[in-house]
């Protein structure tokens, strides 16, 4: 009989294990639905100084618009910053630590009324192509950073 509950221990302990190392490893990659993790929306800081006065702006066609160049100064990871997103939303040449960057529309459907609208919100560098805003009603949207100039048609 001794022999018996020995076989029968190992497996029991085997499988504890093993639960108890998918109970760890799920804690540790659990999301809690925020695009940024370590960021503390509580202190929100005023934008670095800009690089440059305007955006740099030349007429490429008056079909395709204007080249726009980033100006805005670099910023620290995961720091909050205040961010005006302008009369034309955040989706319209938002300007952040040295790019241009294009929102990710959250749940895929209608984009969020700032995209396109004014809001005052914050905003922070999660790693270096991708930042989140978090809007004045308090919606987080991820961002990605566009590489270089953009061309566009001015906002009215």
């Given amino acids: 009989m001794p022999g018996m509950d020995r076989r029968r221990i190992v497996p029991l302990v085997a499988t504890l294990a093993a639960g108890i190392v998918a109970v760890v490893v ?8 925020s695009n940024a993790s370590g960021v503390d929306w509580s202190r929100v800081e005023e934008l670095p100084a800009p690089k440059f006065e305007d955006h740099r702006s030349e007429l490429v066609s008056d079909e395709e618009g204007y080249r726009f160049h980033p100006r805005s100064g670099r ?19 938002a300007d952040f630590d040295g790019s241009f960057w294009r929102p990710i529309d959250p749940d895929g459907g209608e984009p969020p009324d700032f995209f396109v609208n004014q809001d005052v919100g914050a905003i922070a560098l999660v790693d270096f192509d991708r930042a989140v805003y978090r809007s004045s009603a308090g919606v987080e949207v991820a961002l990605e950073r566009i590489r270089g100039p953009v061309v566009s048609q001015p906002c009215s």
């Fill in 75 to 93: 910023v620290t990871p995961t720091t909050a910053y205040r961010f005006d997103t302008g009369h034309c939303g955040l989706g319209f040449l």
């Fill in 26 to 33: 799920s804690s540790l990659l659990w999301d809690d639905g």
